[in-house]
């Protein structure tokens, strides 16, 4: 098995501690910037950052449907942030990064997991990440516009 992973990133015209906290509240921003690939949003445990736990159905293609129970870590130590969803279903996690940079922040969001083997591996490893930036995109799309609308 290989690993599959896809990254995305974006700058938003807003401070590091706006971006970090937006993307930490999954009471309230992360049911309105989840792009329409994601249904069925509920929280379980939390609300905001570290031990979070929140689940959706994430329908990445026609045929590719997962039922995601996220368990939210963060880390605030060292140069950056980062927030971390680990998938208590799968091997999947996604990591959004945020750094200060010019005109705002700049965040990257990068989601993995262990693809399959074989000809379905080979592709799932060529095409599902590009499937996949594309809902990154809108959901960051969505976040860049929460902050700064």
Do not use: C
């Not at 930490?24 to 905001?48: C, H, K, N, T």
């Not at 979070?52 to 039922?67: E, G, I, P």
């Not at 129970?69 to 990591?95: F, I, Q, Y």
Request: aromatic fraction near 6%; glycine fraction near 10%.
């Amino acid at each position: 098995m290989a690993r599959v992973t896809a990254t995305n990133t974006i700058v938003i015209e807003a401070p590091v501690d706006a971006v970090t906290t937006a993307i930490a509240d999954y009471a309230q921003v992360r049911p309105r910037i989840q792009p329409e690939q994601f249904s069925a949003y509920r929280l379980i445990e939390g609300g905001q950052g570290h031990g979070t736990v929140a689940a959706w159905n994430l329908q990445a293609t026609k045929k590719r449907n997962r039922d995601v129970k996220a368990t939210v870590t963060v880390d605030d130590a060292g140069a950056h942030w980062s927030l971390v969803e680990k998938d208590e279903n799968s091997s999947m996690a996604t990591t959004y990064t945020v750094r200060e940079a010019t005109g705002g922040s700049l965040v990257e969001m990068t989601t993995s997991w262990d693809g399959a083997g074989g000809v379905g591996g080979f592709f799932e490893r060529t095409f599902a990440p590009a499937g996949l930036k594309r809902i990154q995109h809108q959901l960051l799309t969505n976040l860049k516009s929460d902050v700064e609308g």
